[in-house]
Antibody, heavy 116, light 110 residues
Framework: QVQLQQWGAGLLKPSETLSLTCAVD????????WIWIRQPPGKGLEWIGE???????NYNPSLKSRVTISVDTSKNQLSLKMNSVTAADTAVYYC??????????WGQGTLVTVSS | QSALTQPASVSGSPGQSVTISCTGN?????????VSWYQQHPGKAPRLMIS???KRPSGVSNRFSGSTSGNTASLTISGLQAEDEADYFC??????????FGGGTQLTVL
């Protein structure tokens, strides 16, 4: 059974750095691509970025300058860092596993609120 | 890239069928037809309902089906049940390696 467990700081001030981690269990971590997605309150889903098994990344152009996604294959974890956050970055952030252009497994989501 | 276009809301009575459309521009739907659909109940993570346009993952009811025509993908839910009431999102993985989501459709079971 594939499980993705996320954690990270839920309350940030403007200009701080968002940092989230997603631990994967039940599947060979290095065999898949992984993705971060966010959902502002009451709104739709937005792709943040994707990382493949070799660590190559592909980011949403609108966020690329502020985002870093990395993996630690020894711990079966992926991470998201986003710097210079503003209130517009307030959202629920999800990690998910990629398979053939679909997302069959998701983390539970982490609400990140940016407020002064 | 622009979001895929979905109706904001649809509704139907129990037992009826509803179809949710998802329209994109040329190139939004890649050549590999990697269109997927997700169901999301309030406060929950999205759940994959359809992958690769029309494939149902294990555990998804056969009341859910997907199709495409031109630049429009569709999700049809037949035999509506109360538990189908949720938000539904379409998603496309384009040839450029980018992911595009629809704005979401709120399904109300009357």
């Amino acid at each position: 059974q594939v499980q993705l467990q996320q954690w990270g700081a839920g309350l940030l001030k403007p200009s701080e750095t968002l940092s989230l981690t997603c631990a994967v269990d039940g599947v060979s971590f290095s065999d898949y691509h992984w993705i971060w997605i966010r959902q502002p309150p009451g709104k739709g889903l937005e792709w943040i970025g994707e990382i493949n098994e070799s660590g190559s990344t592909n980011y949403n152009p609108s966020l690329k300058s502020r985002v870093t996604i990395s993996v630690d294959t020894s711990k079966n974890q992926l991470s998201l860092k986003m710097n210079s956050v503003t209130a517009a970055d307030t959202a629920v952030y999800y990690c998910a596993r990629v398979r053939r252009g679909a997302l069959p497994h998701w983390g539970q989501g982490t609400l990140v609120t940016v407020s002064s | 890239q622009s979001a895929l276009t979905q109706p904001a809301s649809v509704s139907g009575s129990p037992g009826q069928s509803v179809t949710i459309s998802c329209t994109g521009n040329s190139g939004d739907f890649g050549s590999d037809n990697l269109v997927s659909w997700y169901q999301q109940h309030p406060g929950k993570a999205p759940r994959l309902m359809i992958s690769e346009v029309s494939k149902r993952p294990s555990g998804v009811s056969n009341r859910f089906s997907g199709s495409t025509s031109g630049n429009t993908a569709s999700l049809t839910i037949s035999g509506l049940q109360a538990e189908d009431e949720a938000d539904y999102f379409c998603c496309s993985y384009a040839d450029s390696g980018t992911w595009v989501f629809g704005g979401g459709t709120q399904l109300t079971v009357l």
